[in-house]
């Protein structure tokens, strides 16, 4: 994908380039917050995706729809959620993952 990001390695943020640098900065910080509880979490953290789409966007409002994956030793976990905040649905989404990987 073409507008992917890629932070340290094992973190993929694609769909993101609309986001504004300063919500950029807080949204890397959450995900990087999480993944290093991935990593701790893990047996073997391969890979942290994020993938966000703007979707039922009418004047002064949009959804953002998010799906995120983790892959820990060849076994994935997914989730995808829909919210109007952007930081409250990533949260939201590798919050869900880190229950599944946590169970």
Partial sequence: ???????????????FKEIDPGSMVILKKIVG????RFSGRCSDFEKLSLRMKN???????KKFE????????GKTYTS????RNIFVVVDSVLKKIENEITK
């Fill in 1 to 15: 994908m073409s507008d992917a990001l890629v932070l340290g390695g094992n973190i993929e943020l694609s769909g």
């Fill in 55 to 61: 979707i039922h966007e009418t004047e002064g409002s």
């Fill in 66 to 73: 998010v799906h995120g994956m983790v892959i820990d030793k």
């Fill in 33 to 36: 917050n999480y993944a290093r």
């Fill in 80 to 83: 995808e959620l829909t919210d």
